[in-house]
């Protein structure tokens, strides 16, 4: 068979090896008890992307999708800021973005943690030497965790999170 008709016959799904769907289940279920210790309840997460590629949005929007589902782990994704205990920054701070991140921060009910994901927020990625782009958002809030990562996968930020719930429990 030839190299074309191979890549055009070939079984277009891809299967998931039990070592990998194992290693989500076992980290989610991990993820489920601290947050239950800790929050006694789900833990609530409000996304701010300051400025990116939306590479990281893209990941993070993935840990949604029936395969990582990861409401079930207790972890939601709250559209308003006032429901949240932990903001989740992406991109690289950006001159039209310090205000509203700030802001969003400020409406975070007390205790609230900042957890950053991807490189951005913290190098300023490709986007560092631009002019609209403010510092690393460890200049304007206190970063409790940082998932590095362009992007971070999925299970990556599943570990960013037991990292965290680590932190809370050990404070």
């Known amino acids: 068979m030839s190299f074309l008709s191979k890549l055009l016959f070939k079984n277009k799904t891809q299967e998931i090896t039990a070592a990998e769907s194992g290693s989500i289940l076992i980290k989610g279920e991990e993820l489920k008890r601290s947050v239950n210790e800790v929050f006694g309840r789900s ?5 701010v992307d300051s400025g990116s590629c939306n590479a990281c949005e893209n990941e993070l ?4 999708n029936p395969y990582y589902d990861l409401e079930r782990f207790g972890i939601k994704f709250v559209a308003s800021p006032k429901h949240a205990d932990v903001l989740i920054i992406t991109g690289c701070v950006t001159r039209n973005m ?3 991140m700030l802001k969003t921060y400020e409406n975070i009910p007390s ?3 900042v957890i950053t994901a991807g490189d951005c927020p913290e190098s300023g990625g490709p986007f560092k030497d631009s002019y609209s782009v403010c510092g690393p958002v460890s200049k304007y809030l206190n970063v409790a965790v940082h998932i590095s990562g362009c992007p971070p996968e999925p299970e990556t930020i599943v570990s960013g999170f037991l990292k965290f719930m680590d932190m809370m429990k050990s404070s």
């Open 111 to 113: 205790p609230k943690f």
């Open 43 to 47: 833990l609530f997460v409000r996304l």
């Open 61 to 64: 929007a993935a840990l949604s």
């Open 98 to 100: 310090l205000n509203p």
